[in-house]
């Protein structure tokens, strides 16, 4: 059975940091493209980050270039998003999907954590 | 960047009838081209991928056709569990970016 855990979340103040942590089983992990989507309040889906399987490849939205950092360890099958410089604007639900070898839909998701960015 | 835009934004539905939902491309994908649903409070799902196929699990029910910049959603006969947003997403390119389409939101009417 597939199960994904996203952590991290919370409440910071603008320009802090923030980690956010993702372990997914059931799934090849190492094999997997792995992406960050988020929601803010009320709003649709956004397209955040993604890795390549091996973490060679690695690719953001142009609202988060330069502030955010996407990683993964295969050999604990989980990807990180470590969110530096936050704006009230990242705040947002985000999830953690993962993507198949290709990596270009998102065939598995975690419940989402909530990150608020508020002074 | 392309442009993703469905429509209506929200389609209210009797049960058991069909509900079609629209998403356009402001450039050509092929097939390249998935549908999640949403259901309030939850995670979105996949229901389709490559324009027409079901993901796993996904009922008979729903299916997707189209191609190039016009795809559709159907919900052959709509029960109250598929009330939810549902949103398009386009994979023409590798690297990224992946863009969404805004959702529409299916109600029971």
């Known amino acids: 059975q597939v199960q994904v855990l996203e952590s991290g979340g919370g409440v910071v103040q603008p320009g802090r940091s923030l980690k956010l942590s993702c372990v997914i089983s059931?799934?090849?992990?190492?094999?997997?493209?792995m992406h960050w989507i988020r929601q803010a309040p009320g709003k649709g889906l956004e397209w955040v980050a993604a890795?390549?399987?091996?973490?060679?490849?690695?690719f953001y939205t142009e609202s988060v270039r330069g502030r955010f950092t996407i990683s993964r360890d295969n050999s604990k099958d989980t990807v990180s998003l470590q969110m530096d410089s936050l704006r009230p604007e990242d705040t947002a639900v985000y999830y953690c999907?993962?993507?198949?070898?290709?990596?270009?839909?998102?065939?598995?998701w975690g419940k989402g954590t909530t990150v608020i960015v508020s002074s | 960047e392309i442009v993703m835009t469905q429509s209506p934004a929200t389609l209210s539905v009797s049960p058991g009838e069909r509900a079609t939902l629209f998403c356009r491309a402001s450039?050509?994908?092929?097939?390249?081209l998935a549908w999640y649903q949403q259901k309030p409070g939850q995670a979105p799902r996949l229901l389709i991928h490559?324009?027409?196929t079901r993901a796993t699990g996904i009922p008979a029910r729903f299916s997707g056709s189209g191609s190039e910049t016009e795809f559709s959603l159907t919900i052959s006969s709509l029960q109250s569990e598929d009330v939810a947003v549902y949103y398009c997403?386009?994979?023409?390119?590798?690297?990224?970016?992946?863009?969404f389409g805004q959702g529409t939101k299916v109600e029971i009417k």
């Open positions: 890795i390549e399987y091996d973490g060679g490849g690695k």
């Open positions: 997403q386009e994979y023409k390119m590798w690297p990224p970016p992946l863009t």
């Open positions: 450039e050509s994908l092929s097939y390249n």
């Open positions: 999907a993962s993507a198949g070898y290709l990596g270009y839909y998102m065939d598995v």
């Open positions: 059931g799934v090849t992990f190492s094999r997997n493209v």
């Open positions: 490559g324009a027409s």
